[in-house]
Each structure stands twice: as structure tokens, then as C-alpha cells.
């Protein structure tokens, strides 16, 4: 119950500063313990998902691309909808999912993080077939 309680005042929070015009610095601070706690639970490491964020959406949780993906994790609709997403532009929710998909990708390339993050950021199915040929 406490978690849940803190997770709603860390929610809150988050929505608070941003309706506010919050400076970025604020942003990244209230993030990083969303990434801390989500990077931990899918064991990924903590620096691969700031690095992943910073050359994604630079930070911008509103950030969008011309191909679609949206948010910090930059998050496809289709990888939203795999992940149960039900506001990309939710920084928590962006973020647990985005993890969870870099965990799984890291799974599936048999641990090799350059194959997940090229997994990531080109497409699965483009890396994937690449490293069966």
C-alpha cells in the first residue's frame, strides 16, 4: 500500500511540474526514479536507459517522432499496446514499458546490448533477421 501511495504522489508530481512549464532539470530528477526502480526490476542497466532516453527524446516526455514513436522511450503504438501502455506520454508508463522492451530485447539477442539497442532503435524484426541470415 505505501509504494502505491508513493507512486501516485510521484505521479503527481511529475504532472504537476510539467503543467507548470517545469525546467528540464526537474524532469530528469523526477524520472531517474522511475528509471532507478524499473531498471532494477527488468535488470537492465541504468546507464543503458539514460543513454537510450537522452538520444531518444532528450528528455522530453512530449517528444515525437515523424515515424510515430512518442514519449521519453520514444514508444510505437504497437510496442504500447505489447506492454499494456495506456498513455505513451506518461512518463512512468513510458518508462516501465521502454524497459521492459529493452529487457526483452536483451533476452532475445542472448544478452548482446549491441544487438538490442540496434534491436531498438532500427526495429526488431530488421535486426533479428539480420542476425538469423
Not at 504497437?78 to 513510458?94: G, H
Request: hydrophobic share 50%.
Amino acid at each position: 500500500m505505501r509504494c502505491k501511495f508513493a507512486r501516485y504522489v510521484l505521479l503527481a508530481m511529475l504532472w504537476a511540474s510539467w503543467a507548470q512549464g517545469a525546467e528540464p532539470e526537474r524532469v530528469v530528477r523526477l524520472s531517474a526514479g522511475w528509471i532507478t526502480y524499473y531498471a532494477a526490476a527488468y535488470h537492465v542497466p541504468v546507464e543503458l536507459v539514460e543513454a537510450i532516453i537522452e538520444v531518444e527524446s532528450g528528455w522530453d516526455p512530449y517528444a515525437g517522432s515523424p515515424k510515430g514513436a512518442v514519449g521519453m522511450m520514444q514508444l510505437m503504438p504497437e510496442t504500447a499496446y505489447r506492454f499494456r501502455v495506456r498513455n505513451r506520454f506518461a512518463a512512468e508508463e513510458n518508462i516501465r514499458a521502454g524497459v521492459a522492451y529493452l529487457a526483452w530485447l536483451i533476452h532475445v539477442s542472448d544478452g548482446d546490448l549491441r544487438l538490442a539497442v540496434a534491436s531498438y532503435y532500427a526495429g526488431e524484426r530488421r535486426v533479428m533477421a539480420q542476425k538469423l541470415a
